[in-house]
């Protein structure tokens, strides 16, 4: 029972937002006015509008990593650490994942508006915000943490470990037709869209490579950082190594410009034994921001440290001298040195490519889907592999659930959409939604707080339409049928 | 709407049925924050020792006799000198003797008319005529007694004879009376060689003074011929015969001499000023025992590693060198008697003694050396200069004492074929320079350790200490080895005092070389048991300890080195309490 009101309390918290969201589960919702997001092919059934500031709010906070990954019940009754000799490793790299993430995403439209000209164009004006960051953890780092040393040499290779954070603004400019004339059942849609840049953040390990034998301990690390926009400037030591940034909020703005594009296809077979099988396949995000030189921070640092032991052990070693170095030594690896001179700067924004197959049955009134994506972060490339189900009882309602192999393992897709042919439409789901809770209760809380065991994850889209009426060829064709 | 939300109760009925819950406490009591980490091979290097060579567990630089020679090889060397100088005149002394003084009997004499005279030109003359003799009591008994062996002669200084004769008459005696005095002396006396002496006869001739006293011309006696063996008599008695007395007048001063009654007292003596017969050389045979050279060698600063408890050295052919220079014309025989002191008390078991002659000088103003070889087998390369003396020394040094005495003793060659010669003036110079010298060599006997304290400080003394009061540790890494001997590396713990803990010494013996001296690799896998003290651990120490075993012999080189890769194991890592940071 306590499940159900925790499930039905999260629902709840996230229905209070009348909102229109961007959803991977969305992307076989028939009547969505948000699948064109993914694909730029997509259409809805009919024009809509964006209610202003609220039209979409695509918020996802979390990791794919949970509570249960790191603490353990012991035999002693006790809660113990993933570092507590109880905890076997195998138990432990069980549920880690050799790209784990912590991050935030913001997608935060601040008006769209989507409408057909004649009967198959569809066009979409959206103006919004687009914040995204991430935490890379390798999985190889989490094995460090539990292994150790487990042979003689025992060596690791950590990739891919930083933070890239994003933020710039959006203006976009998106058509869709179909080609009936052509090929019945194909539409091929493009979206052009302007970019302000605010922020662009990365820091990375490129490469940390650890050996650690009986005849040393060594590692060589490669990172890198660049800091792109404004109010941020950094803080370097006599050295020349950075200690720190100013951050001036006066200065905040944009920091440069650039452009990405959307396209995408999709074909439906109209006729058949496929009948109602639709193929799709789209990129977004293809683009671009260019910031000034004034604006932009290269960092890197590139070290190489070895531990061979003392030499010359005897009674004048100084152990404590010796272990303080090695600690200088270890932080230095990590010590960035700001590059002497850059001019203008081009980071490449987060491109995502999907590619999806649904089938609809039940007079289009159900499908079923699986939908590829992946995700070119500049720190991390996830993907992920989405089952979706869809049903729409009528044409106004939809309601999909979704089931995402790759990033999580026990979390459920969900979505709910109300779109109707006029008026206000609302749209709210989350493409993770951890099922797996465990009850907390600490010394500080009267209560038991319900976490997410395996993914310590909070995922919402949510927005809110005004719909136009018109008609949508597919949806009508089908219906008719 | 009734459809919507039995969809929304199908979606919530859907999530319940897959959802599931557990419960989990962080209160403080429920919390274990204890994590292990490190892996279950958790090693630390330590990293290397130096590369400890045989200078190294000898410390060279603290041990001011220890050396290396042309070819590295390792070797302690003692030294110590000695100069002692002998008056030869208080042995000269005792062949004194005390002179010849003897008053002839009185003579008396009626001066004859001249037709009984013998005539001369110008001169009358006219002799006692007498016959006496002499008898001289010698006595060498008193230095026979202090060693006096025998006596082939002795050489006299400023010793005389030199008779006197004292006339009285009842007349006025003529001036210019002369006499002559002749005196046959023993023969194996040798006076100077003079007009007055014809073989053992000596005429002295005088003028009468104003006194009327007659003075002879003193006749040196310069030796006396004694050859007297052992088996002789030391007393003696040498006669000497005085054969006439004669006159000489001038004529002209006989005439109213004539007729009167002459009185006549005649000495004979033989002596030096004082009375005596003092040798000046000697030459025979004496029986001394000279002063003994006492000398005492302070092995000072000598660090614990050579002189420590358990600490015992071999030697590959000691030897000592030993040169002595004397000017002495007595063949004196050497006996040296070394004898190790530790803590104050002599070492008799490891005493040394040996003998040799000391080198003869027939000439006091010359010195001569000799040098001597001292060991317990003549080595085949030894310096034609050297003579070889057999003596046991290698146990004298197996460990090293606070002081070294060394008692020489110098004693006369009664039997030896040379004469002995006494110069009474003479100072007899001893000087002697003694080189103990053992190379260092690698012997049943021999241990030698060598420590490598190492203060682990607070931070590693932490985390030995708490590894160690959970788990085994393990001492790890591997040693090279080029030392020809096998070598007990053993490792044990020190508290902030320096002293022992209590915790068992893991020990590992390391391999000896091969023969040709190539490196040999020894894993090092020593365990070190868990411990409930192991919290007073200050300091880590290694202790190397050569240990020769059947390489006896082979000598220590700087050619050999050890050098030991270290690391400190964890196996099952190192396990904290975040707790208690909390």
Not at chain 1, 163 to 178: K, N, P
Not at chain 2, 54 to 80: A, M, P, R
Not at chain 2, 118 to 130: I, Q, V
């Amino acid at each position: 029972m306590k499940k159900l009101i925790y499930l039905s309390l999260v629902l709840l918290m996230a229905a209070a937002v009348e909102s229109q969201a961007q959803s991977r589960t969305s992307y076989f919702v028939r009547n969505s006015t948000q699948s064109h997001e993914f694909n730029a092919s997509f259409a809805p059934q009919h024009g809509y509008m964006g209610f202003p500031l609220l039209s979409n709010i695509d918020f996802q906070l979390g990791s794919n990593l949970g509570l249960g990954n790191f603490l353990y019940p012991l035999s002693n009754g006790k809660t113990g650490l993933w570092m507590n000799s109880e905890v076997t490793t195998e138990q432990f790299m069980s549920g880690i994942r050799e790209n784990n993430t912590l991050g935030m995403k913001l997608n935060y439209r601040l008006l769209d508006v989507g409408f057909y000209t004649g009967r198959s164009s569809f066009w979409t004006v959206s103006v919004g915000l687009k914040t995204d960051i991430d935490f890379s953890l390798p999985g190889e780092l989490f094995r460090f943490t539990k292994v150790g040393m487990s042979e003689n040499p025992t060596v690791y290779n950590i990739k891919n470990l930083g933070i890239a954070g994003e933020v710039f603004g959006q203006v976009s400019l998106g058509y869709s037709r179909g080609f009936e004339g052509v090929l019945r059942g194909l539409r091929v849609g493009a979206k052009a869209n302007l970019l302000v840049g605010l922020a662009d953040i990365h820091a990375q390990v490129d490469n940390l490579n650890l050996y650690l034998g009986t005849d040393r301990w060594s590692a060589s690390s490669k990172a890198s950082a660049y800091i792109y926009g404004t109010g941020i400037s950094p803080v370097l030591d006599d050295e020349g190594y950075l200690s720190g940034f100013n951050f001036n909020p006066q200065e905040l703005g944009i920091g440069g410009y650039g452009a990405s594009f959307d396209i995408g296809a999709s074909y439906r077979f109209e006729r058949g034994p496929l009948k109602g099988l639709r193929l799709s396949a789209s990129v977004t995000d293809l683009g671009f921001v260019t910031w000034t030189g004034e604006n932009s921070i290269m960092l890197t640092a590139e070290q190489d440290f070895t531990y061979q032991g003392i030499e010359q052990l005897g009674p004048e070693t100084d152990f404590e001298s010796v272990i303080s170095d090695m600690e200088e030594e270890l932080v230095s690896m990590f010590s960035f040195r700001q590059t002497t001179s850059v001019g203008s700067q081009t980071s490449m924004i987060t491109a995502t490519m999907y590619a999806g197959v649904d089938y609809s049955f039940l007079r289009d009134k159900m499908n079923v889907g699986l939908l590829y994506s992946r995700r070119f972060g500049s720190i991390l490339v996830e993907d992920e592999l989405t089952l979706a189900w869809n049903w729409a009882p009528t044409r106004a309602f939809d309601i999909a659930l979704s089931y995402s192999l790759m990033k999580t393992h026990s979390t459920l897709g969900w979505l709910i959409t109300l779109n109707p042919r006029r008026g206000v439409g609302i749209f709210i789901g989350s493409d993770f939604t951890p099922l797996n809770y465990v009850n907390v209760t600490t010394d500080q809380l009267p209560f038991k707080l319900p976490v997410p065991k395996n993914e310590l994850i909070f995922d919402v889209h949510c927005g809110v339409t005004i719909s136009f009426g018109g008609s949508n060829s597919r949806y009508e064709s089908t219906f008719n049928d | 709407m009734q459809k919507l939300f039995l969809v929304l109760a199908g979606v919530v009925t859907l999530a319940s049925l897959t959802a599931c819950t557990s419960e989990m406490s962080l209160n403080k009591e429920d919390l274990d924050l204890s994590i292990t980490v490190g892996g279950d091979s958790l090693s630390l290097p330590l990293g290397f020792t130096d590369s400890l060579t045989i200078e190294d567990f000898l410390n060279t630089d603290s041990v001011d006799f220890l050396f290396k020679d042309e070819n590295g090889n390792y070797y302690l060397e003692i030294s110590t000198s000695f100069d002692q100088t002998f008056p030869v005149s208080q042995y000269a002394d005792q062949m004194s003797v005390p002179g010849l003084s003897r008053q002839l009997a009185e003579k008396h004499l009626s001066i004859p008319d001249l037709g009984s005279l013998a005539m001369r030109t110008g001169t009358m003359s006219f002799d006692l005529n007498m016959e006496e003799e002499i008898a001289y009591e010698v006595s060498f008994q008193e230095a026979k007694d202090s060693g006096l062996v025998s006596i082939k002669y002795l050489k006299l200084r400023d010793t005389y004879m030199s008779p006197e004769v004292h006339l009285t008459s009842t007349k006025t005696l003529p001036e210019g009376l002369t006499v002559e005095l002749e005196v046959e002396v023993p023969s194996h006396y040798d006076f100077e060689e003079s007009e007055f002496v014809q073989g053992d006869l000596i005429t002295f001739s005088g003028v009468m003074d104003a006194n009327e006293d007659v003075v002879f011309n003193p006749v040196h006696l310069e030796q006396i011929n004694l050859n007297l063996g052992i088996e002789d008599a030391f007393e003696f008695v040498d006669t000497f015969k005085v054969h006439n007395i004669i006159f000489t007048v001038d004529e002209n001063a006989f005439e109213q001499f004539m007729g009167s009654d002459l009185t006549i007292r005649a000495y004979v003596n033989l002596s030096s000023d004082d009375g005596r017969l003092h040798a000046d050389t000697f030459c025979g045979k004496v029986d001394l025992e000279l002063p003994a050279i006492e000398e005492s060698i302070e092995l000072t600063g000598i660090p614990d590693i050579l002189k420590g408890e358990g600490v015992s050295l071999d030697f590959a052919n000691p030897h000592a060198r030993l040169t002595m220079t004397t000017n002495a014309g007595v063949p004196v025989m050497i006996n040296a008697h070394v004898l190790p002191y530790s803590n104050g008390v002599a070492d008799r078991d490891r005493a040394v003694a040996f003998s040799m002659a000391a080198p003869f000088s027939a000439d006091w103003t010359v010195s001569n050396s000799i040098y001597y070889w001292l060991s317990e087998e003549q080595p085949a390369d030894m310096s034609s200069e050297y003579t070889w003396v057999e003596a046991d020394i290698s146990s004298l040094l197996q460990s090293i004492p606070d002081n070294i005495s060394m008692n020489i003793g110098l004693h006369s060659i009664v039997d030896s074929p040379e004469d002995h010669i006494l110069y009474r003036d003479a100072d007899y110079h001893f000087t002697g320079d003694v080189k103990f010298n053992m190379p260092i060599a690698l012997g049943q006997e021999f241990h030698l350790p060598v420590r490598d304290t190492l203060e682990i400080g607070p931070d590693v003394a932490d985390v030995l200490a708490q590894s160690l009061s959970v788990t085994d540790i393990v001492i790890g890494g591997q040693v090279n080895s080029s030392f020809p001997v096998s070598i007990n590396l053993k490792a044990y713990f020190l508290d902030a005092a320096y002293n022992v803990l209590d915790i068992p010494a893991v020990q590992q013996t390391i391999e000896s070389a091969s023969a040709d001296g190539e490196t040999v690799t020894t894993p090092l896998n020593m365990l070190v048991s868990r411990t409930d003290i192991a919290g007073s651990i200050a300091y880590l120490v290694f202790a190397f300890e050569l240990n020769p075993g059947d390489a006896a012999g082979v000598a220590l080189s700087d050619d050999s080195m050890i050098q030991a890769e270290i690391f400190l194991q964890v196996p099952g890592g190192l396990t904290f309490d975040l707790g208690e940071n909390f």
